[in-house]
T-cell receptor, first 116, second 111 residues
Framework: NAGVTQTPKFQVLKTGQSMTLQCAQD?????MSWYRQDPGMGLRLIHY???????DQGEVPNGYNVSRSTTEDFPLRLLSAAPSQTSVYFCASSRQTSGRIDNEQFFGPGTRLTVL | SQQGEEDPQALSIQEGENATMNCSYK?????LQWYRQNSGRGLVHLIL?????REKHSGRLRVTLDTSKKSSSLLITASRAADTASYFC???????????FGSGTQLTVLP
């Protein structure tokens, strides 16, 4: 199993550009999520999904869109990049029971994004 | 908002010593999880303790949970240089559909 994969590993954008960060998992996990990590801080939840076709906002959703058309994929879209979105982005997946994530989350290796 | 706050922010010890990290949280939890992050890498799950548990062990790791004090601690015994990493606690609260992470403890184990 590849686990959770993310592409690209690194990306530099100019202010105003848009892009999509890709995330895929091959563990048949229903729950997937996106976090951002800023220097010296923990992870903050951007968006999450409890299954195909179902997404919801986390703590810091502004400026980001997500969709979940398949169980495997959960792309994160930056609509109009801003310097404040410079960060490391992590995707994670988890089994869930009755809509609850009571189990460990598996993280991808991260995407390091710089917005100039 | 940060649900979990770790203490200390940084810890430096000699190989073979024990390392203790603490986490405090604000509201009732479903479970509390600990993760490790090596520099430049993703997070790796270490241990999960549920709200009705008080102590849990996994290898050299021991986690305790005190729901009356809204706090948890992670003990790493007989530390090794390879344990050098950042350690984060993460709280599952409410509907248990979100994890809220603390800001982490940077552990350095000197050989």
């Amino acid at each position: 199993n590849a686990g959770v994969t993310q592409t690209p590993k690194f990306q530099v954008l100019k202010t105003g550009q848009s892009m999509t960060l890709q995330c895929a998992q091959d563990m048949n996990h229903e729950y997937m999520s996106w976090y951002r990590q800023d220097p010296g801080m923990g992870l903050r939840l951007i968006h999450y999904s409890v299954g195909a076709g179902i997404t919801d906002q986390g703590e810091v959703p502004n400026g980001y869109n997500v969709s979940r058309s398949t169980t495997e994929d959960f792309p994160l879209r930056l609509l109009s990049a801003a310097p404040s979105q410079t960060s490391v982005y992590f995707c994670a997946s988890s089994r869930q029971t009755s809509g609850r994530i009571d189990n460990e989350q598996f993280f991808g290796p991260g995407t390091r994004l710089t917005v100039l | 908002s940060q649900q979990g706050e770790e203490d200390p922010q940084a810890l430096s010890i000699q190989e073979g010593e024990n390392a203790t990290m603490n986490c405090s949280y604000k509201t009732s939890i479903n479970n509390l999880q600990w993760y490790r992050q090596n520099s430049g890498r993703g997070l790796v799950h270490l241990i999960l303790i549920r709200s009705n548990e008080r102590e849990k062990h996994s290898g050299r790791l021991r986690v305790t949970l005190d729901t009356s004090k809204k706090s948890s601690s992670l003990l790493i015994t007989a530390s090794r240089a390879a344990d050098t990493a950042s350690y984060f606690c993460a709280a599952s609260t409410g509907s248990a559909r979100q994890l809220t992470f603390g800001s982490g403890t940077q552990l350095t184990v000197l050989p």
